[in-house]
């Protein structure tokens, strides 16, 4: 027999927790109370069962709950619902962590160019590296272009669309993907280095091969969407088949409050296919403590099924100022994303842009003995 | 210009609302403060505004904001992502409604059949409608398929799927509907009733299109698919491309207590083409209370850019005992949803269904002054 293992946080007076506990291992699997399965082979082998019950605080408790693979069917929607189908509606269960079993390896992709691939990709073999974000929505193309253009002579490895970016009249995403990649290769030309655009997929399945499409003909280096957005089944199967560049998720739409960021973010992307991973940084416009951010890069980075760890990609409102403190919280492995920021700078754009650069540069050479590289612009 | 109206539930200091409120309009638009935004065309048409905040409780504001239409690119995943992409991240705003412009009554489906079609498909012309669902899985085709001439026997309207049956080896999908679609036709034959069975749809794009085209393949009636589960973008797509049977939306993974029910469950898969939407009921085994079914259950069946009302199906652990009290709760346009309250009568399955759909013609007769209509059998 084969088993998911997944971890609930469930809040519950002492006195109920078992039976609190009974009945979500029931609600994940046969959603019937158990005197109702005749069934001896189901009720064994398919309905989930309690494997421990651990305190966690006043009136909370860690519950681990063992799952059948076979009720997964090996789908990504499948064992989504059989992890936190029902349960996502109860306010009192957040699904925290899930152990799978090594089926999932060998049937889901996982990154494919991971932080080894990354850094190989980006030039970039020690040092931490840099991503900024094209906006605001509104601006046309050329525009967006000409900022794309800046942010890589600036020295930033990658260039991401603004998620916002979609494929509206002002910008469409042919057009805008098109000036984007031109922008990025000449400023490469100039630079001698190997920033790479990442333009931002949204819509619907047919829509996103039709984005893919545009990515592979204009020989775009990476592209970025939201799991939770597109939906995760369209995501996997996107990355799957259409996608050959490496893929930056966006933490869109994921709620990540009830479900918890390191393993939604950090491993569920990873081992949908993201070869990196948007979440908010603390301190930032998002309420992300400390722990999170490390649990959430943890997950990123953490042995799993013997696939490539993918990039923590910390962002939400940091600034260039704190540079070195989040290079000396994450480590070298790490893409720093600053968007609005940058922006602020207005005209002295590329200024700034080249401080970033700069301050990551250095920050690395201070933390970890690295020998600064020079920026070529 | 044409903008959709978003209704945010925020938590915050009465000090702090305006800035909050502020930074909610412009995350979900141009991500960026709005000094950095030195377009001023952007600033007036790109760039969400606050149009209104009102207290709401203790330390609680709804904030209405604009969100430019343009910015969606009429497009669900960019719908979601302008709606509620960033803010979901917010532990401290909640979305509560929107309010969408006429566009979106042009672009997206809505229900093909709605309350009325649903009537006449299942020949019910006032009464509440009934539902049961085959469970548990682990079960083989074979016998879902007696659970399921049973159900139809007993004068159950719509057997449905549980939504934990995918494509699992013990009764797989194409067998499954297959056994199932031929019990419900012979039970009709037997009834001289209007039966539909309704499989559970569930995968990435491609199992769904799959699965679509044995629905059709086999005269199936009715289908279950749960939107946030499959990706809302994806299940609009599905509906629109492949589905020519009424929907029943199941809310799997919809995680609502982050996104008011009322609005996901109610009105924006009623958007993207469910023609019926299960809900947990109060007093079941979720916390939803009594307001929350009554405003979910609106959400459905208000007027709606000039779309068909589609059906509440409340749901979640409500027993046949409880048959008149809903029935009274919600009137007779609703479909009353029993699952393991049934299963628990063993052999006797078949008497206890009956009751149940004799309860629901009961109490509609008792409640509404119409005549209970004849149960063949």
Redesign the interface.
Known sequence: MSWLHARYRVRSRAADIESVAR?LAL?Q?????L?????A??RD???GQVERITPAGADHFDVAVRLAT????I????T???L???S?????VELVDVDFPAEFGRCFPGPRLGITGLRRLLDAPRRPMTCAAL?????SAEELAKICRTFALGGVDVVKD???L?????APFAARVHACQRAIEAANRETGRRAVYAPSL??????LREQARIVRSEGVGMVLT?P??????????LVADAIAVPVLAH?????????APPFLLGKLFRLLGADASIF?HHGG???YGTQLCTDTAAACRSPLLGMPASLPVPAGGISVERVPEIVRFYGPDVMLLI??SL??A?DALFDRTREFVARVEHSCAAEFALRPQPTAH
């Open positions: 009945a609600e699997s046969v959603e019937l109370p005197e109702a399965v005749r069934n082979y189901i082998h398919i309905a076979v009720t997964t069917g789908d990504v929607a499948q989504i619902n059989m936190f189908g029902n996502s509606l109860h306010d009192h906006k605001p929505q509104g601006l603004d998620h916002g979609a494929d509206q009249t002002y949204v819509g619907a399945p047919k829509t939201a939770a957005l597109v939906g995760m089944p369209a995501f996997a199967e933490p869109a739409y994921a709620g990540a409050t009830r479900v908010p416009r998002f309420a968007g609005g922006l602020l207005g």
